[in-house]
């Protein structure tokens, strides 16, 4: 099948990594829609609209559950179809757990877990109805090696998302639909930047290849498990992480 014609939803593409993989479907004539609590996901999908590929941005919270369903009924009306959903969207607010009180945990849980979990519900039967879809979740190194510094409700977050993907991978298989995880390790984004502020080559050395990740790195292995290529790859969490953690 033409990819022209395959409807990608990327959520938290206003910004960093899923801004790139929203320029990086695009590329490969995929229709893109954004789905992002900033505003500046306009300005994204204008940037991609100049270039004379088709993408269009809605504003979505991702944690609240009614309005992930209003969004993905709008865009099954408009396009008559949902190929691929990259849940992508995330946040890592720093909360030492002595600290760390129940909304923080449920706020983390909310946006960077139950926003897969609505979107998956909302998407699948419209995948299964055309028997073709290619779901990608973001993880995070964090899920693989545990988070130090305040962060042990994202690392739980990408650990649920890492169950939640195994497990559909299995259920919708034979419906021509392939469900994985990308597990990032450190990326230079405006969202995660700060950390790295001041210190960018001192974390370089830490990675085996030498340098710290970039959006494209991740945007580039995303559009892989898209395509029609990566038709039996289901249910794995690939690292994207320079080699800083190689299990
Ligand atoms: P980013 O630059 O902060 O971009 C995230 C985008 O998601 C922003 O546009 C943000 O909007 C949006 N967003 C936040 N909460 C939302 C909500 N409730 N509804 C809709 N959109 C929302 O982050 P990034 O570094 O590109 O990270 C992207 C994903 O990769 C995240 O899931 C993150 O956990 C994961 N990851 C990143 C790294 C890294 O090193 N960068 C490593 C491992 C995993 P606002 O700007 O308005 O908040």
């Known amino acids: 099948m033409n990819t022209m014609n395959r409807v990608a939803i990327?959520?938290?593409?206003?910004?960093?990594?899923?801004?790139?993989?929203?320029?990086?479907?695009?590329?490969?004539?995929?229709?893109?829609?954004?789905?992002?609590l900033s505003e500046s996901g306009a300005a994204?999908?204008?940037?991609?609209?100049?270039?004379?590929?088709?993408?269009?941005?809605?504003?979505?919270?991702?944690?609240?559950?009614?309005?992930?369903?209003?969004?993905?009924h709008q865009i099954d009306g408009q396009f008559g179809r949902i190929d691929i959903l990259v849940n992508n969207a995330g946040i890592r607010p720093t909360n030492p757990f002595r600290e760390m009180d129940f909304e923080d945990w449920d706020k983390v849980m909310k946006v960077n877990l139950y926003s897969s979990f609505y979107f998956c519900s909302a998407v699948l039967p419209i995948m299964e109805r055309n028997r073709w879809g290619r779901i990608i979740n973001i993880s995070s190194l964090a899920a693989q090696q545990g988070?130090?510094?305040?962060?042990?409700?994202?690392?739980?977050?990408?650990?649920?998302?890492?169950g939640l993907s195994k497990s559909l991978a299995r259920e919708y298989g034979r419906s021509g639909i392939t469900v994985n995880v990308v597990a990032p390790g450190w990326i230079d984004t405006p969202g995660w930047g700060g950390a790295l502020d001041g210190k960018r080559e001192q974390f370089a050395k830490k990675?085996?290849?030498?340098?710290i990740g970039r959006p494209e790195?991740?945007?580039?292995?995303?559009?892989?498990?898209?395509?029609?290529?990566?038709?039996y790859i289901t249910g794995i969490t690939l690292p994207i992480n320079g080699g800083l953690y190689i299990s």
Do not use: M, W
């Open 217 to 231: 790195d991740v945007a580039d292995a995303i559009s892989f498990l898209a395509s029609d290529n990566a038709e």
């Open 44 to 72: 994204v999908a204008e940037e991609i609209n100049i270039s004379g590929k088709k993408c269009v941005f809605h504003n979505v919270d991702v944690s609240i559950k009614g309005s992930v369903q209003e969004f993905v």
């Open 10 to 36: 990327v959520t938290g593409a206003a910004s960093g990594i899923g801004k790139a993989i929203a320029f990086s479907l695009s590329q490969s004539d995929h229709q893109v829609v954004i789905a992002d």
């Open 147 to 162: 988070s130090t510094g305040g962060h042990s409700h994202y690392a739980a977050s990408k650990a649920g998302i890492v």
């Open 207 to 211: 990675v085996p290849v030498g340098r």
